[in-house]
C-alpha cells in the first residue's frame, strides 16, 4: 500500500469524479492521500474534503505563487484551521524563484509566518523550493528546532549538494512523477542518493503525470508508476519502495 503525501484533489480539476479519483486510488493500491493546501480557500476545502473522506488528510498554507494573496484575515483563518484533528501538516509554503508570481519579498515574509507556525503548533513543514536551493537552506536554518518537528522539501529538483544539506539537517525529500521523464537524469540521480527512509512519494495531482500521460491530469493512483520506477532505480523490490515510503509517511504525518 501506498500514501499519496502531496496532491490537490480539492482542485476544480477534480470536481466532476473526485470520488472515482479516490476509488481508483485505492484499487491501485493507495490507501490514504494527503490534500496540500496551496491557498486560503484551498486550505478550507481541504479540510472539509478531510472531514468528508477517512482516507483524505489535509495541510493548510499559503503556495509561494499567492503569498501575495495572504492578508491578515487570511492569515487568522489559517491560523484557526491548523487545530483540526486531520490536518497533519503546515504547506504546501516557501520560495519559488522560477515564476516570481508573487514578489520575494513577500514570498520570503510568508514562509517565516509559517515556518514559525509550524513550529508552534509542531506540526511538519511542506516546502516548495524552486530555483531558490540557497534561500530556502539559510531561511530555515534560522529556524533550527523545525527540525523536530520535520521538515520536507517536495517535488524534490534539486542539485546533489543540496539533497546532503537537507538530509544532513534531518530533513525528508519527497518525489514526485517526473522521475519517470526521459530528460529527468538529475532527478533520478537524486532518488539514487536519497535514503529509502528519508523519503515520500506523492503525485502532486493535477499536476506531473507519468511518462506516457503527459499533458493529461495527473491523479493519485498513478502513484504506482512512480514507486516502480524508484524500486528501478534503487534496485529493490516494488514492495520495499511501498512498505517504507508508506512506514516514513505514516510516522513523520502521523497518520493512523
Ligand atoms: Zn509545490
Ligand atoms: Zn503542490
Not at 473522506?53 to 491578515?72: E, F, T
Not at 524534490?156 to 521523464?181: A, E, H, M
Amino acid at each position: 500500500m501506498l500514501i499519496d503525501t502531496h496532491c490537490h484533489l480539492d482542485f476544480s480539476d477534480f470536481d466532476s469524479d473526485r470520488e472515482l479519483v479516490l476509488k481508483n486510488a485505492h484499487v491501485a493500491g493507495v490507501e490514504s492521500v494527503i490534500d496540500v493546501a496551496s491557498s486560503l480557500e484551498g486550505s478550507v476545502r481541504a479540510v472539509a474534503l478531510a472531514r468528508s473522506y477517512p482516507q483524505v488528510y489535509a495541510s493548510v498554507g499559503v503556495h509561494p505563487h499567492d503569498a501575495k494573496d495572504c492578508p491578515d484575515a487570511a492569515w487568522q483563518q489559517i491560523r484557526s484551521l491548523v487545530g483540526e484533528k486531520k490536518v497533519v501538516a503546515v504547506g504546501e509554503v516557501g520560495l519559488d524563484f522560477y515564476r516570481n508570481l508573487s514578489e520575494p519579498g513577500i514570498q520570503i515574509e510568508i514562509f517565516r509566518k509559517f515556518i514559525a507556525l509550524a513550529m508552534e503548533v509542531r506540526l511538519p513543514l511542506i516546502v516548495h523550493s524552486r530555483l531558490a536551493q540557497d534561500q530556502t537552506l539559510s531561511i530555515l536554518k534560522e529556524y533550527p528546532d523545525i527540525g523536530s518537528s520535520g521538515v520536507v522539501i517536495h517535488c524534490f529538483s534539486g542539485d546533489i549538494d543540496f539533497l546532503k544539506q537537507c538530509l544532513d539537517l534531518g530533513w525528508f525529500v519527497s518525489f514526485t512523477c517526473n522521475v519517470t521523464y526521459k530528460k529527468a537524469d538529475a532527478i533520478r540521480q537524486a532518488v539514487g542518493f536519497a535514503p529509502l527512509d528519508r523519503m515520500f512519494l506523492e503525485t502532486d495531482a493535477p499536476y506531473l503525470s507519468p511518462e506516457g500521460k503527459r499533458g493529461t491530469r495527473n491523479e493519485p493512483a498513478n502513484l504506482v508508476e512512480l514507486a516502480g520506477a524508484v524500486a528501478k532505480i534503487k534496485q529493490v523490490d516494488y514492495e520495499t519502495v511501498c512498505a517504507e515510503t508508506t512506514k516514513n509517511a505514516k510516522q513523520f504525518f502521523k497518520i493512523g
